[in-house]
């Protein structure tokens, strides 16, 4: 069964320094993998996604994330933050059977950007 | 652009009471989802909808329904609100079958039962 675990539930770092925030997956199939971030009180937004080729994924707001297969890892990075990049991460993968395919969510990373 | 939107922000209703939240997407998507958000459980899946009139239920459909008459709308029911149903809940919507997966989510409802 596929499943998706966020190490850091949350991450606290001062601004402009880097940050990493973790995720790793387990699947036996190819998977394709996102980064949301949700702002406080609103929804979800896409952040970035892996479907295919280059492991390396640049997404919106300066993030980056690294597919690594042999470490099933899916990390996401920035190499400056903002006080505006606090707000929860979630990493997700897609799972497919049933129905359609669905993407499975993993607890979040509280990322805390200090003055 | 993608718009899913979601019928209110905020929401208190008291114990008993019968809760209609309501989800819309603009993007003519065949797969709609409804999550719930709680703290230090990220997303847990509710029921989702493939089609119109076609549901099925998630990982927590315990005290809850669903609805898709249209296919632009999928409306989660609470038939009787209870105190633990009090929290954030997310609607999402994607294409079908074998794609990515991607999914868009409407701003939440936030919803407190006292």
């Known amino acids: 069964a596929q499943s998706v675990t966020q190490l850091d539930s949350q991450v606290p770092v001062f601004e402009e320094a880097p940050v990493e925030l973790r995720c790793n997956y387990s699947?036996?199939?190819?998977?394709?993998l996102f980064w949301y971030v949700q702002y406080p009180n609103q929804g979800l937004q896409l952040l970035l996604k892996?479907?295919?080729?280059?492991?390396l994924v640049k997404g919106i707001n300066g993030f980056e994330a690294e597919f690594n297969k042999s470490q099933t890892s899916f990390h996401l990075r920035k190499p400056s933050v903002h006080i505006s990049d606090t707000a929860e991460y979630f990493c997700?993968?897609?799972?497919?059977?049933?129905?359609?395919?669905?993407?499975?969510f993993g607890t979040g990373t509280l990322l805390a950007v200090q003055p | 652009d993608v718009k899913v939107t979601q019928s209110s922000r905020y929401l208190v209703k008291r114990t008993g009471e019968k809760v209609f939240l309501e989800c819309v997407q603009d993007?003519?998507?065949?797969?709609m989802f409804w999550y719930r958000q709680d703290p230090g459980l990220g997303l847990r899946l509710i029921y989702f909808?493939?089609?119109?009139?076609?549901?099925e239920k998630g990982d927590i459909p315990e005290g809850y329904s669903v609805s898709r008459e249209k296919k632009e709308r999928f409306s989660l029911i609470l038939e009787s609100a209870s105190t633990n149903q009090t929290s954030m809940y997310l609607c999402?919507?994607?294409?079908?079958?074998?794609?990515?997966?991607?999914?868009?989510f409407g701003p939440g409802t936030r919803l407190t039962v006292t």
């Open positions: 993007m003519d998507h065949e797969n």
């Open positions: 909808s493939y089609d119109v009139k076609m549901k």
């Open positions: 699947s036996s199939v190819s998977v394709y």
């Open positions: 997700a993968v897609t799972i497919y059977g049933g129905a359609t395919n669905k993407l499975i």
């Open positions: 999402a919507s994607s294409t079908p079958g074998t794609g990515s997966g991607e999914q868009y």
């Open positions: 892996y479907l295919s080729g280059s492991t």
